[in-house]
């Protein structure tokens, strides 16, 4: 019972010293009838949440630069700029002629030394039996394995001379490497292009792809926030084309090296923003808000009110200054209200002369009569 009578008690001193500091501040602004004109708000529970703002730019977590292994003359271009394929997907087919030549010309020669492997086979097997059975010689049963060896390796060559050629025919054929959206197409039907493994340049590239299920947000934050930016912090970004809705993401990465424009020193942070519309374009500018604290049934105050009481504890003992302090010690704050914990121990008695402004701060305690906080 003594416990709830002391927090009570600090409760109440909260609420009345709140509302006397704005009649200190105000007090040669009167009303007609002399009295002052106050606004009420109560001490509340509720949530607080901090946070703080930046810009950024969107960009594709995953872009790929889709280039042809083959080179040659595009005859078929089914894709544009701000289509949506899926992994698999045709993106181009160059001329065939040469490479279905090659691949013909390879299965044929496969054949041919299948062929003649089996058919060294099967001599090798005839002579052998016969060399069991002493009708044949050693050099006879050596020639027949050295034949069958040498169609063996044959047939092993044209394989391997098989599947390269099927190889180079399927790469006559770009396809999509992931799902995504098409962000430039840099060719048209009918241009030839140069391999992007074979040619000295690099190759031609066909078109940029990325997958924008998630984006990344780049923000640059203020040096003077950055110490509050934590790895995971839920992060909300509006988009100038999209002012109202909200993307939902996390922070991913906090840039470890300053940027410094105009002598304005800010750090790069990463979000990553879930985009399952793909509303989020790459190079659009977003708006950022990184909620840096949260704390949950709390009781609260107005900011207005703390602050002018934080100036009135000036003619307070330095006893009475840290219990004030000690109420909001650990407590969160946004850009509105301040989390206190309600309590403290003690009362106002060790306030020391200080003249005129503390005579008017003890009038005015006097004349409060309600249980609101004054600001």
């Known amino acids: 019972m003594k416990l709830f009578r002391k927090h009570w008690f600090w409760l109440v001193l909260l609420v009345i010293t709140a509302g006397g500091v704005y009649t200190f501040t105000r007090a040669d602004k009167k009303n007609k009838n002399g009295a002052a004109a106050l606004k009420t708000a109560k001490v509340t529970r509720g949530n607080l949440l901090a946070s703080i703002t930046a810009t950024g730019i969107v960009r594709p ?158 923000a640059d934050v203020d040096e003077t926030d950055i110490g ?40 790069e942070v990463t979000a990553e923003v879930d985009n399952p519309r793909h509303l989020l374009k790459s190079g659009m500018n977003a708006n950022v808000q990184i909620m840096t604290a949260e704390a949950r049934d709390v009781l609260l105050v107005p900011n207005e009110s703390v602050k002018e009481l934080m100036d009135v504890m000036q003619y307070f003992s330095e006893e009475e200054q840290k219990k004030f302090a000690a109420m909001f010690a650990g407590g969160g704050q946004n850009r509105v209200r301040t989390q206190t914990s309600g309590g403290g121990g003690g009362g106002a008695d060790g306030r020391r002369s200080a003249g005129g402004p503390r005579r008017r701060w003890r009038r005015t305690l006097r004349r409060q009569s309600s249980g609101s906080a004054q600001f």
């Open 228 to 267: 509050r930016v934590k790895v995971g912090q839920t992060v909300k970004a509006v988009a100038d084309a999209f002012p109202d809705q909200e993307f939902i993401g996390r922070v991913l990465k906090v840039a470890p090296l300053a940027k410094v424009d105009q002598n304005v020193t800010t750090f």
């Open 61 to 218: 977590i995953q872009t790929v630069e889709l280039k042809s292994k083959a080179s040659g003359e595009i005859i078929k271009l089914p894709i544009d700029a701000g289509d949506y394929v899926k992994k698999g997907d045709l993106i181009c087919k160059l001329d065939q002629t040469t490479a279905k030549n090659d691949h013909e010309q390879a299965k044929a020669d496969y054949e041919v030394g299948l062929a003649a492997e089996k058919k060294q086979k099967k001599e090798l097997d005839r002579i052998l039996e016969l060399y069991e059975k002493k009708l044949v010689s050693e050099a006879e049963r050596d020639n027949a394995e050295l034949a069958y060896q040498q169609a063996h390796s044959q047939r092993v060559r044209a394989e391997a001379a098989l599947s390269t050629a099927a190889e180079r025919l399927a790469e006559t054929e770009l396809k999509a490497p992931i799902d995504g959206i098409i962000l430039r197409k840099d060719v048209e039907e009918g241009q030839v292009i140069s391999s992007g493994v074979s040619s000295v340049s690099g190759g031609t590239t066909i078109a940029l792809l990325a997958n924008l299920d998630k984006v990344n947000v780049l």
